[in-house]
């Protein structure tokens, strides 16, 4: 490609030493790579006159074809450079319930002022598409918990930054708040939500448990509305409390069934972490204390 980027500035300039001049090489060695050119073609690709040197008529058809290959090389290597450029300067991030609603929004908001050339798209998933969009390279960075049978095919690198035990939410009015102390017996006599948010990619949860689960709903905003006002109860991430707070629902007691889970980053092991991803996690273990 350089021979061809020689060739047509001694075209355009109409001189071997204006053209040398331009491209910022010695003239004998220009004049060597036209005369190699002119030796493969087996033709000459320029004529000399008082003027100068002009095209000959293979020159022109060789100058054609050369210019247009150029432009479209250069083309192509501004639209690479600008989608590299692109990539760094977009984050995207999955995440579940709890992340997207209690844990990001002041960590994305924060980054944002610090980097206002980083566009954040933060888009709230469950466990498998999270999965999933790690896979195909459509999210950079998934928060939530990630399952055994998922970490155990080892694609896929988790840095836990959450560790706590649910709690059970209800509204705010609910006679359970009236009582001095609830216990796992009073949970027992009302019905419960069975949601799908942060942890539960296990479906058989609900057989395990002597709750009785009036409804399922895997959005959260869809159980805020059904909890308001209603004697339902609820259990999910702590880090829902103020989002949760905001609707008028509580958290009641720190829930006596759930287990501690285990909440945190999760990146391909194969992707490459570009500078965005890397400043945003650092962002992240500072506020939560793992940085």
Request: charged share 25%; glycine share 4%; aromatic share 10%.
């Amino acid at each position: 490609m350089e021979d061809y980027i020689r060739f047509l500035a001694v075209a355009e300039h109409r001189s071997i030493s204006r053209a040398a001049e331009a491209l910022h090489v010695s003239q004998p060695a220009l004049s060597r790579t036209i005369s190699l050119m002119e030796e493969d073609l087996g033709t000459r690709l320029f004529v000399r006159t008082r003027q100068g040197v002009q095209l000959s008529e293979a020159g022109k058809t060789l100058y054609l074809y050369a210019s247009r290959a150029v432009r479209a090389i250069n083309n192509a290597r501004e639209e690479i450079d600008y989608s590299l450029r692109q990539t760094d300067l977009v984050l995207r991030i999955c995440c579940g319930d709890s992340w997207g609603f209690g844990i990001l929004p002041p960590i994305v908001q924060r980054f944002s002022e610090a980097h206002p050339d980083v566009f954040i798209q933060v888009d709230i998933l469950d466990h498998e598409s999270r999965i999933q969009s790690l896979e195909t390279r459509s999210h950079a960075i998934a928060f939530g918990v990630i399952s055994p049978e998922v970490l155990a095919t080892r694609a896929y690198d988790f840095e836990p930054l959450i560790e706590a035990p649910y709690d059970v939410y209800c509204d705010e009015a609910h006679p359970l708040r009236a009582k001095a102390e609830v216990t796992a017996a009073d949970l027992l006599s009302f019905h419960w939500i069975n949601h799908k948010f942060e942890y539960d990619y296990d479906p058989s949860y609900a057989l395990k448990t002597k709750r009785h689960f009036a409804l399922r709903t895997n959005a959260i905003l869809h159980a805020i509305g059904v909890m308001r006002g209603s004697t339902y109860l609820l259990s999910t991430a702590k880090t829902l409390k103020g989002h949760f707070a905001r609707a008028g629902i509580v958290p009641l007691i720190e829930d006596p069934e759930s287990p501690v889970f285990v909440s945190g980053a999760i990146t391909a092991r194969t992707a490459h972490q570009r500078s965005a991803s890397r400043e945003f996690l650092a962002y992240v273990r500072a506020t939560l204390g793992n940085g």
